[in-house]
């Protein structure tokens, strides 16, 4: 009995001990097996299976970077008012950027969100229009504004949205001014024209020159005091030393001079001369553009008989009206008055005088007409040669003559033949043509200045 009990107490003892040990001998197991894991394998080559492995190394480089948080960030604005080609206000186009999300100045990626644009008056600070954009990508956006209005204005854009996934918001402020609208002034170019008699102390004709006058006028007809630019005259079509003429200075005014008798233009024609200002006017910018046409009145001479009547007529073409003295007289070849006729302040464009008694032979009829044509002074002449036989006469006008012709290098000597009733010589033989034009250049004036010498004398200006 004894010894049953023994052995019970043996196996129950036995049994405690065991059961105390249990729990160390798991932390023990364990504690081994995570230091083995800890050593390097002893397996190579890729078909090692186990559970102890060994762990990668770590690599710094591919760490994920962490988000660069905004710095700064803000709304540069720029306004920008809008004209047409006349320099008129037709609106306001407003660019806003996002600027500063990052320390380099640049933007991130991933930029969204809604824009807003207010336009306030700047004293009172009222809201004039205002425009939404939304679900803008990107950091920048514009927005145009009808706008006319002159004054200050402040422009406001918000903006209000997400970068990578963070929301964020900004905002930017810009004033923005409307000038008053320059009441700039309109000009044109106005034009006239008069002719003047060139004469020489004998009072032979040297020139007839056209003065063609320009101004720049305002609306009201004035001519601005602060003008600087070019003036150009071209005539159309006509070549010439004088065909274009050009002036730079400092003045509204300007005067371009033609010849009649030794440059670009002739008598009985029409020309039409393009004037051109380019230029600045008190400030302004200025470029005008007018075409001035021009009539240079002409002098027809033509002769008729009739009952024994020998008719010379002189007729004014490129004219209206016409109001001066006129002079018409019969010549030889040789120079000699046969008959002549002054009419004093005789109104009309023709006038016409009868002669009588003309013996056959050749004969020049000579036409002056000083006066004014059109309210334009000016001096025309001209001649005719016809030949005059015992059944009548017969014209024979001679086509190649001037109405307006002079020698200046032979006046004088001319003056003195005229004087003794005879023809001039010429030491260059000139055709007959010419010698005609010459007769009239001296005997015309020469009478004129005859009979009504003062009245010539304040023509020519001597």
């Known amino acids: 009995m004894k010894t049953n009990k023994r052995v019970m107490s043996a196996w129950l003892l036995l049994f405690m001990l065991l ?9 023990a197991y364990e504690s081994a ?33 962490k988000p660069v948080l905004p710095q700064n960030l803000q709304v540069d604005i720029t306004p ?19 600027t500063g999300m990052v320390p380099d100045g640049s933007v991130g990626s991933g930029v969204k969100g809604t824009w807003n644009f207010i336009i ?12 939404v954009q939304k679900n803008v990508i990107g950091e920048g956006a514009e927005q145009e504004f009808p706008w006319k209005d002159a004054g200050t204005y402040r422009v406001i854009v918000q903006w209000k949205g997400e970068w990578d996934r963070r929301p964020l ?16 002034k309109k000009y044109s170019v106005n034009a006239d ?55 730079t200075h400092e003045d509204g005014r300007v005067t371009a001079d033609y010849s009649l008798l030794h440059d670009t233009m002739s008598t009985g024609k029409m020309y039409d001369i ?30 008729d008989d009739n009952d024994e009547k020998h008719t010379i007529s002189g007729e004014i073409t490129l004219g209206k009206k016409a109001q001066g003295d006129w002079v018409i007289g019969i010549f030889t070849p040789d120079g000699e008055q046969v008959a002549q006729e002054v009419l004093d302040d005789r109104e009309g464009l023709k006038q016409s005088v009868d002669f009588k008694e003309l013996k056959p032979g050749k004969y020049v009829g000579v036409v002056v007409f000083r006066g004014s044509v059109d309210d334009k002074e000016l001096g025309l002449f001209h001649s005719v040669s016809f030949q005059v036989d015992q059944q009548g006469g017969d014209n024979k006008p001679d086509d190649d003559s001037n109405s307006v012709v002079s020698d200046p290098d032979t006046g004088e000597q001319i003056m003195d033949d005229v004087k003794g009733g005879k023809i001039p010589q010429t030491s260059t033989q000139q055709p007959q043509r010419m010698l005609y034009g010459v007769i009239i ?5 020469f009478l004129l200045g005859f009979v009504y010498r003062q009245k010539i004398g304040s023509w020519l200006g001597i």
Do not use: C
């Open 80 to 98: 920008e008012v809008q004209k047409d080609k006349d320099e008129n206000v037709t609106g306001l186009k407003v660019t806003g950027n996002l």
């Open 193 to 247: 024209h008069t002719f003047e008699v060139l004469g020489y102390d004998d009072q032979t004709i040297e020139d007839v020159v056209a003065h063609v006058s320009a101004k720049l006028e305002d609306e009201n007809g004035y001519v601005p005091e602060k003008v600087q630019g070019t003036w150009s005259f071209d005539i159309k079509g006509v070549k010439g030393d004088q065909a274009h003429q050009e002036f």
């Open 33 to 65: 097996e995570e230091s083995m894991d800890r050593r390097p394998s002893k397996e190579s080559g890729s078909g090692a299976s186990g559970k102890i492995q060994t762990a990668p190394p770590v690599d710094e480089g591919n760490k994920p970077k």
């Open 169 to 184: 918001g900004a905002k930017g402020e810009a004033l923005f001014t409307v000038e008053e609208p320059v009441d700039e």
């Open 120 to 131: 306030q008056d700047h004293e009172s600070g009222k809201t004039l229009m205002r425009e």
């Open 274 to 303: 393009e004037i051109r200002f380019e230029g600045n006017v008190a400030g302004q910018d200025v470029s005008k553009t007018f075409t001035y046409p021009l009539a240079v009145p002409g002098l027809n001479v033509d002769y």
């Open 441 to 445: 250049a001296g005997i015309g004036f």
């Open 19 to 27: 059961f105390m040990a249990s729990p160390f001998q798991t932390l």
